[in-house]
């Protein structure tokens, strides 16, 4: 990796810390009233996200030949099955409990929210669980991932 790359990296993982925490997304308790549907503003920073990704996918491949760092643009790896939705009912459950996804949690411990590292912790075991499950059912790799 070139350090413009990791440059890039950084200022990009900078910039969407400081927005999770200007939006108060790293406070759980903002995001738990947001899910009992007592305060819509993080409505606001969702949508938000969803367009600048949506011209991230759909209009950067028509615009560029290549992207801006080298490499090329590839087609997303994921699909809709029986795996992905349990997995993602399962984050939301975990997610509506505690009221803290990856992204903001990380965020948070920049912020000194350091009871966050409960939720990481979490989050690492099911990650570390679903590898061990996905080892002994002999699942196929993530396309994309990389191999041993």
Known sequence: MTPLYLLAVLGCGALFGYGLALSTMIRPEVVLSFLRGQDFGLMLVMGGAVVVTFMAY???????????????FDTHPS????DTL???A??????GLCGVCPGPAIASLGAGNLPTLWALAGMALGAWLQGVQADRHGS???AGAPSD
């Open 140 to 142: 196929a790799p993530v």
């Open 58 to 72: 759909r209009w950067a491949p028509r615009r560029l030949r290549a992207p801006l760092l080298g490499g090329q």
């Open 90 to 95: 399962i984050f939301g459950v975990g997610w």
């Open 86 to 88: 349990l997995g993602a």
């Open 79 to 82: 699909v809709m099955n029986r």
